[in-house]
């Protein structure tokens, strides 16, 4: 089972990400926000929107593989920024952009006022297929 990215020729063609994903019945997988956090709770990469970006998207593969589903099988995405500087957006959006490679899934992009931890600059949520889904022991 994959996700299918539709496109649709009557909207602008040169956005770089499809405008909707469909998918057979499946086990769905609904991510929490990925957070740049390491493993003891600190924020990685200070104040820097792209090593956070990073981090954050390195946190979101490991929870999508613990629910049995990688970046290929993901419905769409929002990609929180907490900053008003559209650079400091595209520079997030940047970083997403090149991890999911080819899959270019429907995302929002949005700059907010502030995310939950102290000095976070960016958060990512995802909807997934648990295409290769396994019995969690949690």
């Given at each position: 089972m994959t996700a299918q990215l539709i496109r649709a020729d009557e909207l602008h063609v040169g956005v770089p990400y499809a405008y909707a994903s469909i998918a057979q019945p499946a086990a769905l997988v609904f991510t929490a926000g990925a957070c740049p956090l390491d493993k003891d709770g600190k924020i990685v990469g200070?104040?820097?929107v792209r090593a956070q970006a990073g981090q954050?998207?390195?946190?979101?593969?490991v929870a999508l593989s613990a629910a049995g589903a990688e970046l290929t099988d993901v419905l769409k995405t929002t990609?929180?920024?907490a900053?008003?500087?559209r650079s400091d957006l595209v520079a997030a959006w940047d970083v997403v952009r090149a991890a999911f490679g080819d899959h270019d899934a429907p995302s929002t992009l949005l700059g907010v006022a502030a995310l939950g931890y102290k000095g976070q600059l960016v958060e990512i949520e995802a909807i997934a297929i648990a295409a290769h889904h396994r019995s969690a022991s949690r």
């Open positions: 200070g104040r820097d954050a998207v390195a946190n979101l593969v990609i929180f920024v900053s008003s500087a």
